[in-house]
């Protein structure tokens, strides 16, 4: 019986695991285990002997069920204790870095624009950058053949098999071209709405041009439009004052130089004063709604079966590019940096949102 005992808790001190644990288990206390077959050979002995080896038997049984306790509670341990080594992750890795584009420097700056007019209460629309002929030129008094039209150098789209829908959804009348300003949004916006209104129109623009440092082939503009009863010149000058104030605080002033413009009586030219740079910014055009304008917007709708409605109303517009802005704002020095395409430049704008 020592023997038992010796070669049984010496084998479930050394088992494995857990199923070599049941295997010993079964082997000693099981049904047909070599304790089992002790305890049944009982019967056969003789009364004292019997109570003796009994005795000894149920504890060897005991030290045997201790032991097999024991050993798996050891065995389950060490077993979630090797798991949590494997499992184990180093918290102070650095991470993976996770790819976050940016908005541009022309979007950041455009929602600057579009956010200080909103403030003043402007809407914002916006129009298609294939336009017609009619509203890019024709309508805003610009016939063909006028020299005008040499202002903007244009790229015009090939064939006629191509439409446009109109303000009010119809086909659009004439060619076909890149809208060289924001300037037809005007005629558009008009059409579709009666005064009073103010909106502004950003987008971008197209001109067939010599590239250079503070010129592209395709930039962006914010165009403005305030129609209603008894609007002046003044009304205009503190639009473009307000900018200033929002763009570059209480040292900006705004400087206002005749020019023409087809679509505008009078005319007008505007710069802001950039404080920090000491320096007046030709940011763009501007002027009194021309009436010729009013003119054409009124026979339109007409055409389309609605009234003139505007008549005993005047109206200011202006129109400024929003790349040199935008240059300024960023440190930018060449505007074809813009659109050039370079991730180097663009990654710098990365995160911001
Ligand atoms: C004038 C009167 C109004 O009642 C309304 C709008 C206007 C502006 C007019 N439609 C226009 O396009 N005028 S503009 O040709 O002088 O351009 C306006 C501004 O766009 C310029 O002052 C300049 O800031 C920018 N711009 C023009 N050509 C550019 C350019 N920016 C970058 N690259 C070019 N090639």
Do not use: C
């Not at 206390?29 to 080896?53: D, H």
């Not at 420097?105 to 017609?132: C, D, N, W």
């Amino acid at each position: 019986m020592r023997e038992l005992e010796q070669e049984a808790l010496a084998a479930i001190r050394e088992a494995r695991d857990l199923e070599a644990l049941k295997t010993l288990k079964a082997r000693y206390l099981g049904k047909r285990g070599l304790l089992t077959q002790e305890m049944k050979a009982l019967a056969s002995l003789p009364l004292e002997e019997r109570k003796a080896k009994g005795q000894a038997l149920n504890a060897l049984k005991e030290a045997i069920e201790r032991a097999l306790e024991e050993r798996e509670k050891a065995l389950v341990e060490e077993e979630l204790r090797r798991a949590l080594e494997r499992e184990r992750q180093d918290v102070s890795l650095p991470g993976v870095e996770v790819f976050i584009g940016g908005l541009h420097p022309i979007t950041l700056m455009e929602r600057e624009l579009v956010e200080i007019f909103r403030s003043l209460g402007y809407q914002a629309v916006e129009g298609p950058e294939v336009e017609s002929e009619f509203f890019n030129f024709d309508a805003l008094n610009i016939p063909e053949h006028h020299p005008a039209r040499d202002m903007w150098d244009t790229f015009w789209l090939e064939g006629e098999e191509h439409s446009l829908p109109g303000p009010l959804g119809e086909e659009a009348r004439g060619r076909l071209l890149l809208r060289t300003h924001t300037s037809p949004m005007q005629v558009r916006y008009m059409v579709a709405h009666t005064p009073p209104f103010r909106i502004v129109v950003p987008g971008r623009v197209f001109r067939f041009e010599q590239t250079d440092a503070t010129h592209e082939a395709v930039f962006h503009q914010l165009e403005g439009l305030v129609v209603g009863k008894g609007i002046t010149m003044a009304h205009l000058k503190g639009a473009i004052y307000e900018l200033a104030q929002a763009l570059y605080g209480p040292e900006s002033r705004v400087r206002f130089q005749p020019v023409y413009f087809p679509f505008v009586e009078p005319g007008a030219q505007f710069a802001i004063w950039w404080p920090e740079g000491r320096k007046w910014l030709e940011l763009g055009g501007a002027g009194m709604v021309h009436p010729k304008v009013f003119q054409a917007v009124n026979e339109y709708r007409k055409s389309r079966g609605l009234p003139p409605a505007y008549q005993g109303v005047t109206g200011f517009a202006f129109g400024l590019g929003i790349e040199r802005l935008a240059m300024l704002r960023y440190n930018i020095p060449d505007i074809r940096y813009f659109f050039g395409g370079r991730l180097k430049f663009l990654e710098q704008f990365r995160g911001i949102l």
